[in-house]
């Protein structure tokens, strides 16, 4: 493996996302600073761009987004946030 694989991850930062290098401390701090989990947005766009390649730089081989929309609604439950806000 040439990448951290985030479902393994016990330290930080723990990947989310491979195709644009997003980790859970990327995350906790764009709810923490733009009131809303912007990076699902950012991600949607690079996607519709047809930017991502998940397929071959996430380990699973499959789509990212789900597990960036997971690691949003668990800090939200882990209270890691101020702005419980998101756009999802």
Do not use: W
């Not at 990947?15 to 947005?41: K, L, S, W």
């Not at 730089?57 to 702005?83: F, I, M, W, Y």
């Amino acid at each position: 493996m040439k990448v951290r694989v985030g479902i393994k991850e016990t330290a930080a930062p723990i990947p989310v996302c491979y195709c644009f290098e997003y980790n859970q401390h990327d995350i906790r701090d764009d709810m923490e600073t733009a009131g809303g989990a912007t990076i699902v947005e950012k991600i949607k766009a690079e996607i519709q761009g047809g930017f991502c390649a998940c397929e071959v730089k996430n380990p699973s081989g499959s789509c990212c987004l789900g597990d960036v929309t997971r690691a949003v609604q668990e800090a939200r439950r882990a209270g890691d946030v101020h702005a419980l806000t998101t756009h999802l």
